[in-house]
């Protein structure tokens, strides 16, 4: 096992681990960004995973997207703790409003590994696909980040 959380650096620059992994999480998902369409779940899974794989705690993210599923912002709008996360609905419909969203992704981490969905995962989607729903914003997927990533959409529970 790895214990030493720090790499040696020129210049005695000092980073941590995590600190690597996370700047590592940011260039590769910062391919996606450049007006890339959200239309399928293998790229959807592979973003969220590089933007939720290496929490420790649990995350839960939304990609806000436009009419053709361009990405226009992606927001980790709740943290919690090991293994859950309080998500409010009300607090996406005022972002998916303030910027104009025609669609939605959810994603949110799993950071025991295990990608499949609680009972209240399947809950929370059902609450804010009908909360959604009400301003005409349709959720494409939500993705569960694990050792591997699950996609609601593939699974059919959309």
Same mark, same amino acid.
């Given at each position: 096992?790895?214990?030493?959380?720090?790499?040696? *650096?020129?210049?005695?620059?000092?980073?941590?681990?995590?600190?690597?992994?996370?700047? +590592?999480?940011?260039i %590769?998902a910062s391919?996606f %960004? +450049?007006? $890339?369409?959200?239309? $399928? +779940?293998?790229?959807?899974?592979? *973003?969220?995973?590089?933007? =939720? &794989?290496?929490?420790?705690?649990?995350?839960?993210?939304?990609?806000? =997207?436009? @009419?053709? !599923?361009?990405?226009?912002?992606?927001?980790?709008?709740?943290?919690?703790?090991?293994?859950?996360?309080?998500? *409010?609905?009300?607090?996406? /419909?005022?972002?998916? =409003?303030?910027?104009?969203?025609? +669609?939605v992704?959810?994603?949110?981490? !799993?950071?025991? &590994?295990? @990608?499949?969905?609680?009972?209240a995962?399947?809950?929370?989607?059902?609450? /804010?696909?009908?909360?959604? &729903?009400?301003? $005409?914003?349709?959720?494409? $997927?939500?993705?569960?980040?694990?050792?591997?990533?699950? @996609?609601?959409?593939?699974? &059919? /529970?959309?």
């Open positions: 096992m790895h214990k030493n959380k720090t790499q040696s *650096y020129p210049q005695n620059q000092l980073m941590t681990d995590h600190q690597i992994l996370e700047r +590592a999480s940011e %590769i391919k %960004i +450049a007006g $890339d369409e959200f239309t $399928d +779940a293998k790229t959807t899974k592979e *973003y969220l995973t590089f933007k =939720l &794989g290496h929490h420790e705690s649990e995350v839960f993210a939304l990609m806000f =997207l436009n @009419s053709q !599923h361009q990405l226009i912002e992606y927001n980790e709008m709740f943290h919690g703790t090991i293994d859950s996360a309080s998500v *409010y609905p009300r607090e996406v /419909l005022k972002v998916a =409003l303030s910027v104009n969203a025609s +669609a992704i959810l994603g949110h981490n !799993h950071p025991s &590994g295990s @990608s499949v969905p609680s009972n995962d399947k809950r929370i989607t059902k609450r /804010l696909v009908d909360a959604l &729903g009400l301003i $005409d914003v349709r959720v494409l $997927d939500h993705v569960v980040v694990g050792k591997t990533a699950f @996609s609601f959409a593939e699974k &059919g /529970l959309l």
